[in-house]
């Protein structure tokens, strides 16, 4: 069946610094992959996806890459802000019916001045 | 932001007691999904409806169930709560099923004594 695989938390980081959260994925046919941004007390936000391999997904400021050949979907970021503290979750959605999402069990990003 | 509401947003019940949880949405999309949140376990599928009375189970069904009579409400049932279904509890929609986004509603944290 269908896994998403995410990098253990938390993850601090200082102001400006370079975030990279990895995530890997096992799925049949060809899923599309998203990452969701979950901030204190809120629900999930979509914050980007991509459909097809080699596409990129980006969103204030943040990007991944959709690596077929490495099964990966990691989330970058070149200079996190204090703002950007939340719990990051990638997911694929599986081909066929209903749009049904597999998420990975996220990784808690905590960014300090 | 989508118009996804959630009721209650918090609820406390004791081990054995009935619960229902209410999604409505004001979106006119077709699905619907319940997914529970739990640390170490990301977000797992309850049950999901395809249409007005059209539902399938996910991967964690054993003790929900779950109905949709009109497009914009789908509730979510606990026939017999026990402390194991102790959890936040998102619904989320989709326009229409292949590789589209979810989005989420704000999420009922629910507590079973």
């Known amino acids: 069946g269908n896994s998403v695989t995410q990098m253990e938390g938390p993850v601090t980081l200082s102001e400006e610094a370079f975030l990279t959260i990895n995530c890997t994925y096992t799925?049949?046919?060809?899923?599309?992959l998203f990452w969701y941004v979950q901030y204190p007390g809120e629900g999930l936000q979509l914050l980007l996806k991509a459909t097809k391999a080699d596409d990129k997904g980006s969103n204030k400021g943040f990007e991944a890459t959709y690596r077929k050949e490495t099964t990966s979907f990691h989330l970058e970021k070149g200079s996190v802000q204090v703002s950007d503290s939340a719990v990051y979750f990638c997911?694929?959605?599986?081909?066929?019916?209903?749009?049904?999402?597999?998420f990975g069990t996220g990784t808690r990003l905590q960014v300090t001045l | 932001d989508a118009g996804i509401t959630q009721s209650p947003r918090h609820k406390v019940t004791e081990t054995g007691t009935p619960v229902t949880l209410r999604c409505h949405q004001t979106e006119n999309h077709r699905y619907m999904y319940w997914y529970r949140q739990d640390p170490g376990h990301g977000l797992r599928l309850i049950h999901y409806?395809?249409?007005?009375?059209?539902?399938d189970k996910g991967e964690v069904s054993d003790g929900y169930s779950v109905s949709r009579s009109k497009t914009e409400d789908f509730l979510l049932t606990l026939e017999s709560a026990t402390s194991s279904q102790t959890s936040v509890y998102f619904c989320?929609?989709?326009?229409?099923?292949?590789?589209?986004?979810?989005?989420f509603g704000p999420g009922t944290r629910l507590t079973v004594t």
């Open positions: 997911a694929l959605s599986s081909t066929g019916t209903a749009s049904k999402l597999t």
């Open positions: 989320a929609i989709s326009e229409t099923s292949g590789n589209y986004e979810q989005y």
């Open positions: 409806s395809y249409g007005v009375k059209d539902t």
């Open positions: 799925a049949t046919g060809y899923p599309s």
